[in-house]
C-alpha cells in the first residue's frame, strides 16, 4: 500500500493549509483513516481519525480548528487546518489501517510526513 501525501507549507498563524493523502495498492477495504504529527524530541501524537462509516476522534488541542474528511472512493482522506498557531508547527503523517486484497490480511501504513510550519 503506497500513501501519497500533499499539503503542507509554511503558513502565517490563523491562516489555513489542507492536507491530502491518497492510498493506492492491492487494497480491499479501509477501515480507518487519521493523521498524526511529531516535532523533533517528542513521541508521535495524534490529531485526528475518521473510520470507514464517518465517525471522527480529534485531538483536544486541535478540536474546533481541524476537520478531517474522506472520500471512500478515491481512498483519500484530507484534513483541513484552521486558524493554525505555531505550536502546530510538525511533520504531520497520514495513517491507514485496512485489509489487503491479495493476499488477504491486514494492514497498517504511514506516509512519508508533510511539513507543516506556522510562522510569521
Known amino acids: 500500500v503506497q500513501l501519497v501525501e500533499s499539503g503542507g507549507g509554511l503558513v502565517q498563524p490563523g491562516g489555513s493549509l489542507r492536507l491530502s493523502c491518497a492510498a493506492s495498492?492491492?487494497?480491499?477495504?479501509?477501515?480507518?483513516m487519521g493523521w498524526f504529527r511529531q516535532t523533533p524530541g517528542t513521541q508521535r501524537e495524534l490529531v485526528a481519525t475518521?473510520?470507514?462509516?464517518?465517525?471522527?476522534n480529534y485531538a483536544d488541542s486541535v478540536r474546533g480548528r481541524f476537520t478531517i474528511s474522506r472520500d471512500n472512493a478515491k481512498s483519500t482522506v484530507y484534513l483541513q487546518m484552521n486558524s493554525l498557531k505555531p505550536e502546530d508547527t510538525a511533520v504531520y503523517y497520514c495513517?491507514?489501517?485496512?485489509?489487503?486484497?491479495?493476499?488477504?490480511?491486514?494492514?497498517?501504513?504511514w506516509g512519508q510526513g508533510t511539513q507543516v510550519t506556522v510562522s510569521s
Open positions: 495498492g492491492s487494497i480491499f477495504s479501509i477501515a480507518a
Open positions: 475518521i473510520t470507514s462509516g464517518g465517525s471522527t
Open positions: 495513517n491507514v489501517r485496512g485489509t489487503l486484497a491479495t493476499p488477504p490480511a491486514d494492514f497498517i501504513s
